[in-house]
């Protein structure tokens, strides 16, 4: 069982920035896929970035593209969301999540299978 676990979440002002982490323990972790997915009181989950094994292809989704930045560093086993210029509309819990299913596109959402507990981003506007 892949363990994922987020950080770096909190109260900013509308503009800020805020780095999340997601870290596992799985020695193995850089042969998953790993996305950012968000989702808002009353609002559908949405993927809002994803990333490759080897960091070479990633997705965002429309509405965070140009402001997110999401990278990995497979040598400490995490991947990092970096969100500039956040909105209100950003305020959601963001959780991470993997696969390791060879051939699936990044932004195909039902093949993710381990998933972290989130972290709450809330921006005020």
């Known amino acids: 069982q892949v363990q994922l676990v987020e950080s770096g979440g909190g109260l900013v002002q509308a503009g800020d920035s805020l780095r999340l982490s997601c870290a596992s323990s799985?020695?193995?972790?850089?042969?998953?896929?790993v996305g950012w997915f968000r989702q808002a009181p009353g609002k559908e989950r949405e993927l809002v970035a994803g990333?490759?094994?080897?960091?070479?292809?990633?997705y965002y989704s429309d509405s965070v593209k140009g402001r997110f930045t999401i990278s990995r560093d497979n040598a400490k086993n995490t991947v990092y969301l970096q969100t500039n210029s956040l909105k209100g509309e950003d305020t959601a819990v963001y959780r991470c999540?993997?696969?390791?299913?060879?051939?699936?596109?990044?932004?195909?959402?039902?093949?993710?299978?381990?998933w972290g507990r989130g972290t709450q981003v809330t921006v005020s506007s």
């Open positions: 990333i490759s094994r080897s960091g070479d292809s990633t």
């Open positions: 999540a993997a696969h390791r299913r060879l051939g699936e596109p990044i932004d195909k959402i039902p093949v993710y299978d381990y």
């Open positions: 799985e020695r193995s972790f850089s042969t998953y896929t």
